[in-house]
């Protein structure tokens, strides 16, 4: 069964920390995503890539970065983290036909900034 | 551009009732068309998929949609409700041939089942 794999569910960290989320598919695709995803808000693009250590800012990329050293693993990094950035974060994956045939999502890390 | 509209933030029905989730959408071009389904605290799971291909499309779990190109809906139904049909749903809409970013989430809707 292909996967796309998250490395915490929950994770709580303080302000300012430095925050990595892992994500990683087995599935070969070229294209990883993270969005957040926040109630009445839906889902929201932070960043994707399309291949290694390639990456396009999404619709909300302020405050977070990326890194794709491997195509089988996409990681979110928040370099100073702030309670606006509690949330849930969903890591996904496709292939380059990807909005034809759909994307993997991961089960979603929550994180929570205090 | 492209937008993609549901109409109801939260649906209830009982138990073997038929459910309906409501999905309008805008493209530029064809569109590809989705359905995916978050259970609580879980990721998102797709339930079906248009791409072009019969207008009548069949799901998991008993779940289908029609793409209507005339009224641009692309609304989410099943006969009858079961206990474990309770989550939110999310309409997708991309246009064919677009790059990656460029998939658009509704902004859900959440299915509550009576019992």
């Known amino acids: 069964d292909v996967k796309v794999t998250q490395s915490s569910r929950y994770l709580v960290k303080r302000t300012g920390e430095k925050v990595f989320l892992e994500c990683v598919q087995d599935m070969d695709h070229e294209n990883m995503f993270w969005y957040r995803q926040d109630p009445g808000l839906g889902l929201r693009l932070i960043y994707f890539?399309?291949?290694?250590?390639?990456?396009e800012k999404g619709d909300i990329p302020e405050g977070y970065s990326v890194s794709r050293e491997k195509k089988e693993r996409f990681s979110l990094i928040l370099e100073s983290a702030s309670t606006n950035q509690t949330s849930m974060y969903l890591c996904?994956?496709?292939?380059?036909?990807?909005?034809?045939?759909?994307?993997?999502f991961g089960s979603g890390t929550r994180l929570t900034v205090v | 551009a492209q937008s993609v509209t549901q109409l109801d933030s939260h649906v209830s029905v009982s138990e073997g009732t038929p459910v309906l989730l409501r999905c309008n959408y805008s493209s530029s071009y064809s569109p590809s068309l989705f359905w995916y389904v978050q259970h609580p605290n879980k990721g998102l799971q797709l339930l079906l998929k248009y791409t072009s291909a019969a207008t009548l499309v069949k799901g998991i779990n008993g779940f289908e949609a029609e793409f209507k190109k005339s009224e641009t809906s692309f609304h989410l139904t099943k006969p009858s409700a079961h206990m474990s049909d309770a989550a939110e749903y999310f309409c997708v809409v991309s246009d064919r041939g677009s790059s990656a970013s460029k998939i658009i989430f509704g902004s859900g809707t959440r299915l509550s089942i009576r019992p």
């Open positions: 996904a994956s496709s292939l380059n036909s990807g909005p034809r045939r759909g994307y993997t």
């Open positions: 890539s399309y291949d290694v250590k390639m990456k």
